[in-house]
């Protein structure tokens, strides 16, 4: 059964991770602390390394020992909306929304201090685990294109994919509580190597969190959809965001290539599906295109955005949207990748 923490949480952390285990070990020591804990109806009352929690109905949040119904923040007295998120909400889910403006730009190296949203300790320390367990390779399926491509950005703009965290706890006004379940349960994840959905089968506790960050994160999709546009024109992609898992044999090299020629217009529409097997021509394409894409050594952000803005570059008949997005050295075996690509296209209809 899916577990609602890996569902929820992941909407923030934006990837299955490798490894989450969180403890939180059911147990009957002080049981009798919940006692006379009716967490305002709306909740049960269960014990937490000896100290009563609540766990909360859909559309509540915990407060204390209190579940307190989820509303929409308040705008604060002294502060505006945090910086991060110009960028409207996002009609569709990323990887299929149309290509961004052309030659996009990446982050600059340092985030303003002035940028960063209001947060506190444990705010910091929930977004730092949210973005070390995003960089840790999943145990097992393969790679995938858009897994491999998020760690790269975590890599590159770590920072600034922590102020998007940040603000969207503060824009949400997640309270303490669900910040602090979410931790215990990231650096579980993190210590002992399972995944988060094994945890929350295993223990209520976790499942109970879960649910709380999934009435957050319904309650704030829009929030979450701006942090996802504008993640993907920062980035080149939206970390903190879901993405259709391709696991073709080949791995992500195969991803590639098959996703880039999805984009040309008439290739046959199995070229999407894991288990068909391509005609003799687009067969060639595809191993040909492998050896290129190889060859270059392209980071995973690189290879992602060949998919990603596959039909502007197929258009342009250029790598420019995906320079925007290459360190200096990276640049040159980009544009060679990229034209060999554009050489095993089809030729159109009307010169056939």
């Known amino acids: 059964m899916p577990s609602r923490l890996c569902s929820a949480v992941r909407i923030l952390a934006a990837a299955v991770l490798a490894g989450g285990a969180c403890t939180w070990p059911p147990t009957t020591r002080g049981r009798a602390a919940c006692d006379g804990i009716a967490c305002s109806g709306h909740g049960k009352c269960a014990v937490v390394r000896g100290?009563?929690?609540c766990a909360c109905d859909p559309g509540h949040r915990?407060?204390?020992?209190?579940?307190?119904?989820?509303?929409?923040?308040?705008?604060?007295?002294?502060?505006?909306?945090?910086?991060?998120?110009?960028?409207?909400?996002?009609?569709?889910?990323?990887?299929?929304?149309?290509?961004?403006?052309?030659q996009p730009r990446p982050p600059p190296p340092a985030v303003p201090r002035s940028a960063v949203p209001p947060h506190d300790a444990e705010h910091d320390r929930l977004c730092a685990l949210v973005l070390d367990a995003l960089a840790v390779a999943p145990a097992a399926g393969g790679p995938a294109l858009a897994e491999t491509a998020k760690r790269d950005a975590v890599a590159r703009y770590r920072d600034h994919l922590k102020v998007d965290c940040l603000a969207f706890l503060w824009e949400a006004k997640v309270g303490a509580d669900a910040v602090r379940c979410a931790a215990a349960a990231f650096e579980a994840a993190l210590r002992e190597g399972v995944g988060l959905d094994v945890l929350a089968a295993r223990d209520p506790l976790v499942a109970a969190c879960g649910g709380t960050w999934k009435t957050i994160a319904e309650a704030r999709a829009d929030a979450?959809?701006?942090?996802?546009?504008?993640?993907?024109?920062?980035?080149?992609?939206?970390?903190?965001?879901?993405?259709?898992?391709?696991?073709?044999?080949?791995?992500?090299t195969a991803e590639t290539c098959r996703r880039f020629f999805a984009a040309v217009p008439g290739a046959p529409e199995g070229l999407l599906a894991p288990q068909w097997a391509p005609a003799a021509d687009w067969r060639e394409r595809i191993d040909a295109c492998g050896r290129a894409v190889d060859g270059a050594g392209l980071a995973p952000l690189l290879r992602w955005c060949l998919v990603d803005r596959a039909p502007a570059v197929i258009?342009?008949?250029?790598?420019?949207?995906?320079?925007?997005?290459?360190?200096?050295?990276?640049?040159?075996?980009?544009?060679?990748?990229v034209g060999a690509l554009l050489a095993l296209l089809p030729a159109p209809p009307d010169r056939l």
Do not use: W
């Open 315 to 337: 258009s342009a008949r250029s790598g420019a949207q995906c320079e925007a997005y290459a360190r200096h050295d990276e640049k040159e075996p980009l544009g060679r990748a």
């Open 51 to 53: 100290d009563p929690a």
């Open 62 to 102: 915990p407060e204390g020992l209190n579940c307190l119904p989820l509303a929409a923040p308040a705008a604060p007295a002294t502060a505006g909306p945090p910086p991060v998120v110009p960028t409207p909400p996002a009609p569709m889910p990323a990887e299929l929304a149309p290509a961004a403006p052309a």
């Open 224 to 252: 979450l959809r701006r942090v996802i546009a504008a993640q993907r024109e920062r980035f080149g992609v939206a970390v903190f965001g879901f993405h259709r898992a391709y696991r073709f044999e080949g791995g992500a």
